[in-house]
C-alpha cells in the first residue's frame, strides 16, 4: 500500500510536469552522451597506443643528392655508407636492441609513396632518387628508441634517425584534447542537468503544496514526502541515461564499426564490447547526480 502510494504520487508528478521532464531527459541525453564519448575516446586512445607503438619503428633515412647536412654533402648514400649502417646495425652493440631490419632501396621507397599518395598530383614531380633510401628498424623494447639515434645519428650518409612515435605522440596529443573538451563540455552539461531537476523538483513541490500540508498534518515522516520527489528526477534522468548509452552504443555500432574500421583498417578500434561497459557508468551517473539534485532540490523545499 505504501509502495502504491508513492509511485501513485511520482506518477502524478510526471504527468503534472511533463515538459519539464522531457527537458530534463534531454539534457542527460545529451550530457551522458558527451561523457560516453569521452570515456570511448579514451579507451581509443589507450587501445592505438598498445596496438602502434609495439609496431612503431625507427627509421634512419639515408642521404639523398639534394641533402646539405654534414653527413651528406649533398650526395647520394653511397653503396659503402649504407653497408657501414648495415654493421652497424648488426654489430653486438646494437643487435641486442633490434627485433629485425628492413632496407629499403629508392625504388622501393618511390613504389610505398605512389601507393601512399595515389591520386594525389604531387606523385607526378616525385622521381625515385629525390626519396631517401631507409632502413626500418622494429625494437624489442620500443623505449630504447634513443639507442640506435645516439649511435647513428651522426654516422656519414644518414641524413636522420626518427623515432616514429613522435609523431603518434602528436596524435595522440590531439585525441586527448578532443577528450577532454568532451568532458569539460559534459560536465557544463551535467550541471545544467541538475539544476533543471531542482528547479523540476521544486515546481513539483509546489504545485503539491496542498497535498504536502496534508501530509505534515498526518505525521508524514520527511522521508516519506521527499522520495517520491527524489524519484521523479531519477526515472528521468535514467530514461536520458538509456538513451545516452543507447547512443553510445549506436555510434560504435554503425560509425565506428561500420565506417571507420573499412575506411582505416590498419589500426584498432573500440568495438561494441567497449561501448556497453559505457553504458552502465553512463546509468549509475545519471541516478547519482538526479538523487544528488532531486534530493537538495526537496529538503530545501521542506525546510522553507
Known amino acids: 500500500m505504501r509502495f502504491a502510494l508513492v509511485m501513485g504520487e511520482v506518477g502524478n508528478g510526471l504527468r503534472r510536469n511533463l515538459s519539464m521532464v522531457i527537458s530534463v531527459v534531454l539534457v542527460t541525453f545529451i550530457s551522458l552522451t558527451f561523457v ?3 570515456i570511448l575516446m579514451q579507451m581509443q586512445i589507450a587501445q592505438m597506443k598498445g596496438y602502434w607503438y609495439d609496431r612503431a619503428q625507427v627509421a634512419v633515412y639515408m642521404c639523398t643528392a639534394t641533402d646539405q647536412s654534414t653527413t651528406c654533402s649533398g650526395a647520394d648514400a653511397s653503396a659503402d655508407e649504407i653497408a657501414n649502417v648495415q654493421a652497424l646495425l648488426s654489430s653486438p652493440t646494437l643487435a641486442t636492441f633490434i627485433k629485425s631490419t628492413t632496407f629499403q632501396n629508392h625504388d622501393q621507397v618511390y613504389t610505398d609513396f605512389q601507393q601512399q599518395l595515389k591520386g594525389n598530383p604531387v606523385v ?14 622494429n625494437l624489442v623494447n620500443p623505449d630504447q628508441s634513443s639507442v640506435i639515434i645516439q649511435a647513428l645519428a651522426n654516422v656519414k650518409g644518414v641524413q ?3 623515432d616514429q612515435r613522435s609523431y603518434l605522440d602528436q596524435i595522440f596529443a590531439m585525441l586527448n584534447t578532443a577528450s577532454f573538451t568532451a568532458i569539460g563540455i559534459a560536465a557544463l552539461m551535467l550541471v545544467a542537468a ?6 523540476t523538483i521544486r515546481l513539483s513541490a509546489v504545485s503539491r503544496r496542498r497535498e504536502l500540508g496534508i501530509m505534515r498534518l498526518v505525521g508524514a515522516s520527511n522521508g516519506f514526502i521527499q522520495t517520491p520527489f527524489i ?12 538513451l545516452a548509452g543507447g547512443a553510445v552504443v549506436a ?8 565506417y571507420l ?3 582505416v583498417p590498419f589500426t584498432a578500434f573500440v568495438g561494441t564490447g567497449d561501448a556497453l561497459i559505457v553504458v552502465p557508468i553512463l546509468l549509475v551517473a545519471g ?10 532540490a526537496i529538503t530545501r523545499h521542506l525546510k522553507v
Do not use: C, D
Request: proline fraction near 2%; aromatic fraction near 8%; charge should be positive.
Open 36 to 38: 560516453g564519448t569521452a
Open 124 to 137: 607526378k614531380y616525385v622521381t625515385p632518387a629525390m626519396l631517401n633510401q631507409t632502413f626500418w628498424i
Open 160 to 162: 636522420s634517425v626518427t
Open 194 to 199: 541538475a539544476l533543471l531537476i531542482s528547479t
Open 231 to 242: 524519484l521523479e528526477g531519477v526515472i528521468a534522468a535514467v530514461v536520458g541515461s538509456l
Open 251 to 258: 555510434i560504435v555500432r554503425f560509425f565506428v564499426q561500420g
Open 261 to 263: 574500421q573499412s575506411a
Open 287 to 296: 541516478i547519482v547526480v538526479a538523487a544528488i539534485a532531486s534530493n537538495i
